[in-house]
């Protein structure tokens, strides 16, 4: 009883805050922040019965957050469990945790592990609210789903969701070294404290946990790809251990980075060869003396032959020897092996878009099942925009999984607002059409395509490469928070839009207040459309400064691959600009379904948004504005600029609305990145004015210094680059 005095005081406090200016925040809470949440008014509250059971961390993880969320307290003051109350009018659990979930004989098929429902319900006369699932870790989501309807003010009267992840492996991949490095990372060091590992267990482990869990995130490869075979060693797993002791309750698996050399480097090996008994056996060792610490790890990533990583292929063996190799370590514990197909090689004189899907397509059907072929959402890497990569719908015998770039290393680091949402819903919604229309990424990914072969037992998984550092904020920026959460919610169900994640995560991070929620989103929406525009439209792409890739280069030729330079994909000259990949030029079309060819061969057809990918065309070509492609393409740099000044303005109105620190913080980088898409703009027009030598159209104002001052520019520090 003193438990529910508690609560009903703490609710009038709440209730008194809520109508108070918004609070100072740091960021640090990211969308799970308590912040402005009006005091919840629903039955159970008002009740004051809660029952939730407590016996497995899991339990307990879930039951807390409940009341973090329910009564907006966290902390020492926190009440220390949730009596018993029998028939609580909220009711969490699922049929083998609580007598009172077990009694309703709700329907718990089908959800599998990891799903939950949430429904109103009258029991003995009184309305209750049940998240229900078949396991724990259901109960955790379901609980999460709750108070984020709570938090972005939806009504929690009539509630009847049914909900299970549409894909098994939601990971992250962080692309972290030992020495806390972070390769593309510009949110500070690696969360991951190594070298105080396992004494030193930093309470930010288990918040990273909660908000990865809250967003229905169930894996985590903790190093990176471009991998150090240390990691592997004993002192290492022993630190490893400790992390994934950390996360479990959680529901989140660690997974690692494997170097295929690593037989021979921390092994003694003479060799790495796949076919190797000796080197069988090592990694059979390997994956024991890991499960031995860790039961539940979940495999293996590998990045192999690939920009001068080992792998299979140093032997003359292939990509499909070398999973099937680690595979078969890792069946005997039930672990996976995450296979990358980023592959590209600059002694090859084919497109380098074409690379991949030569390498793999001729496997396809020979990996094992317990391995997925990780594949990055287009064929080069991360670029703004890119044509959805050619393989997803080439290899129906093989679980295929996305790769995602959550860190923003071609879309203006962590300074620049761009929201993401979009460009993973492009993706995930294109239409490969290998099995007819509807033929979506998603359904490739989520293995429905396959079902009548498969019947539905295909492995599944998505990735993103991880955002996250030790800045206080997490991410870098507050707003890249919103790229985490869309990824994670995206990889749960792919069908979301992002639109509504974009409203969902404001109204969690800033609050509900419709006066600042409508023109967030509608900033955030058209944010990574402006990094196309000023970065490059109409399908150009990786035109970024050698090395670093911070700003642009558009001009980079020479150095050690030709791969690697701008002017082997924009391929300007005189006359024109453009990738010819028809079937007259490097013949990428043929890569895709018939009727994606088709379209992408046929310049008249081709979306205007990959013209240039697919084409090289004239210079004088006509657009659909009527303008020609080399006005337009100005248009489109003045067009990325003004967006970000829009975007700036939207802000600076939103003053009153959110707390300093935060609005400082993005009002700072909306002015850097106001002034970095100016530089963008103006670099990119004197260069490749200086190829067409076309003249401005009337009114555009001209590059203010000459090319050779853009060229000039020196970042020898920028943050994030390879080691
Ligand atoms: C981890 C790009 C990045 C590299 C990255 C690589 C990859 O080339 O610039 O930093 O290496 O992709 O995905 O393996």
Do not use: C
């Amino acid at each position: 009883m003193r438990w529910l005095a508690w609560v009903a005081s703490s609710l009038v406090v709440v209730a008194m805050l809520s109508g108070a200016p918004a609070r100072a925040d740091d960021g640090y809470d990211l969308w799970l922040r308590q912040g402005d949440t009006p005091a919840p008014d629903i039955a159970a509250v008002r009740a004051g019965r809660v029952s939730a059971p407590v016996a497995t961390p899991t339990q307990r993880a879930a039951r807390d957050e409940l009341i973090r969320g329910l009564v907006g307290a966290s902390g020492p003051d926190a009440p220390s469990a949730v009596p018993d109350a029998g028939d609580g009018a909220l009711l969490v659990g699922t049929p083998a945790s609580s007598p009172d979930i077990a009694a309703l004989g709700l329907d718990l098929d089908g959800l599998g592990d990891e799903g939950y429902l949430i429904r109103s319900v009258t029991v003995a006369g009184r309305p209750v609210t049940v998240i229900a699932a078949a396991h724990d870790v259901g109960t955790l989501y379901g609980t999460f789903a709750f108070l984020r309807l709570l938090r972005t003010g939806q009504p929690l009267d009539a509630l009847n969701l049914r909900e299970a992840p549409r894909l098994q492996r939601r990971v992250l991949n962080h692309w972290d070294d030992l020495d806390r490095h972070v390769e593309r990372g510009y949110a500070g060091q690696s969360i991951w404290d190594w070298h105080r590992l396992p004494g030193w267990v930093d309470p930010r482990y288990t918040d990273y946990a909660r908000a990865n869990a809250s967003i229905g995130i169930n894996g985590t490869v903790l190093n990176n790809v471009n991998a150090n075979a240390q990691i592997l060693t004993p002192m290492y797993l022993d630190k490893v251990r400790v992390l994934a002791d950390t996360f479990r309750p959680w529901g989140i698996r660690v997974y690692l980075s494997a170097r295929f050399s690593a037989p021979m480097e921390i092994g003694g090996l003479p060799t790495a060869d796949p076919l190797d008994a000796a080197v069988q056996a090592w990694w059979r060792g390997k994956a024991d003396e890991i499960y031995a610490r860790i039961p539940d790890f979940g495999g293996f990533l590998v990045k192999a032959n690939s920009e001068g990583q080992p792998g299979p292929q140093d032997y003359g063996r292939s990509h499909a020897d070398g999973a099937n190799m680690l595979a078969d370590a890792l069946a005997p514990h039930d672990g996976i092996v995450m296979w990358r197909a980023f592959v590209y090689s600059d002694e090859e004189p084919v497109d380098r878009a074409k690379q991949a899907y030569n390498e793999f397509v001729p496997h396809d059907g020979q990996f094992r099942d317990n391995v997925l072929v990780q594949v990055k959402n287009g064929a080069i890497d991360f670029q703004p925009r890119e044509p959805f990569h050619p393989l997803f719908g080439a290899m129906p015998g093989t679980p295929l999984m996305m790769e995602f770039q959550i860190t923003k290393e071609y879309l203006g680091f962590a300074t620049h607002l761009a929201f993401k949402g979009p460009l993973y819903e492009e993706v995930l919604r294109a239409d490969t059409q290998v099995r007819g229309e509807g033929s979506t990424v998603a359904r490739v990914l989520d293995g429905s395509l396959y079902d009548d072969e498969s019947g539905g037992r295909r492995l599944t998984g998505i990735a993103g490469v991880a955002n996250i550092g030790t800045d206080r904020n997490w991410s870098g920026s507050h707003f890249d928070q919103a790229n985490w959460y869309a990824y994670g919610r995206l990889a749960w169900n792919p069908d979301l839009s992002s639109r509504d994640i974009a409203e969902e995560w404001t109204r969690m991070t800033f609050g509900n207040d419709a006066g600042l929620v409508t023109p967030v989103v509608d900033m955030m929406m058209v944010s990574r459309e402006a990094v196309v525009d000023y970065t490059g439209a109409l399908g150009l792409h990786h035109l970024m400064g050698r090395g670093h890739h911070y700003g642009p280069g558009p001009w980079v030729d020479g150095g050690p691959r030709a791969d690697w330079t701008s002017v082997y994909f924009h391929r300007a000259t005189a006359e024109g600009i453009g990738f010819d990949r028809t079937r007259g030029g490097s013949d990428a079309v043929s890569q895709y379904a018939p009727p994606v060819a088709d379209l992408f061969d046929d310049v008249e057809r081709t979306p205007e948004a990959f013209l240039l990918w697919f084409h090289h065309v004239s210079w004088d070509r006509p657009t659909a504005s009527g303008r020609t492609v080399w006005d337009e393409l100005v248009h489109r740099y003045d067009r990325g600029v003004a967006t970000v000044r829009g975007m700036r303005a939207t802000w600076e109105g939103l003053a009153e609305r959110v707390d300093p620190a935060r609005h400082a913080q993005v009002a700072a980088f909306l002015a850097i990145q106001e002034q970095e898409a100016q530089w963008w703009r103006d670099a990119s027009i004197a260069y490749f004015q200086s190829i067409s030598q076309r003249p401005l159209a009337a009114g555009v104002e001209p590059p203010p210094q000459p090319l050779s001052y853009y060229r000039s520019l020196a970042f020898p520090y920028a943050p994030g680059d390879t080691q």
